[in-house]
């Protein structure tokens, strides 16, 4: 599992120990937010594996996925039946910023990645894409079967290009693919640079939050909880051929929505922070920001047929649960 000391690939490696899967972890620490919070998850899930007794299951490794030489003794050294692919420069802003860091990994890296599967003839890859590939859609909810040839930002058009390869290799060399696109996903542990984080950061310190497009945007936001069980029920069960009409071509290949199926106002999501920090926030409004979208809504129809994925925590059991593991580790 690559990006293992991100937010998501921490959670998912306890459920896959827990599920009596060998894991091999892998991620470079990089400093795109603070790698304390890293260093703290690795620390966290070492407890975990300890506790558990699960030493024989787990490893880590620091590693870059744009290091091919690196990744392809990595692969020499182990039998991987199954890859996961979380790695990424993630965020949607920082990529107007620092357009070559999304190139190096998400582009380079995950070519490396898809190799190394291929030559190893992986039985699933699964790999992280995001609803940012919608762009401006203004159909909603967000359905896999729209058009999403028109991404409005760089991390958009990387995730785009790795379904794009990802079919490629599904097709010409028959490797099992399955792509999640994330919507919004929270919870303990979470990036610091997300908006339920940031917020939350700023209420406890007594700092106003800056709140985009005047408050009118909805999110559809997703606990990690109910995100880790989606991915351990696909991880679990491999995509067979889909046929495709307009191409007569069979690839062991999907895409999946991975979200809550039901948006939030930012009003009631600012509201879920206020109530479980008994703190009411002073807020500044301010315009849409490039790149961004008004709207994120996730139909998982797909997903809720094929896996049985039901998500199930709402917003304010959610935030509480995040705001709770927040002000443990960082009380003034």
Known sequence: MTGSAGFIGFHLAKGLLELGFDVVGIDNLNDYYDPQLKLDRLENLNTFVSEKNLQDLYQFTKLDISDECALKDLFSQHDFDIVVNLAAQAGVRYSLENPSAYIVSNLVGYANILECCRHA??????????????????????????????????????????????????????????????FTVYGPYGRPDMAYYSFTKAIHEGRSIDIFNYGDMKRDFTYIDDIVDGILKVVQKVPGPIERASTNAAAPFRVFNIGNNNPVPLSRFIEAIEAAMSKQAVKNMLPMQSGDVPLTYADIDDLVDEYGFHPSTSIEQGISKFVDWYLDTNSL
């Open 121 to 182: 003839s992986i039985e699933h890859f699964i790999f992280a894409s995001s609803s940012s590939v919608y762009g401006m859609n203004t159909k909603q909810p967000f359905s896999t079967s729209d058009n999403t040839d028109f991404p409005i930002s760089l991390y958009a058009a990387t995730k785009k290009s790795n379904e794009l390869l990802a079919h490629s290799y599904s097709h010409l060399f028959q490797l099992p693919c399955t792509g999640l696109r994330f």
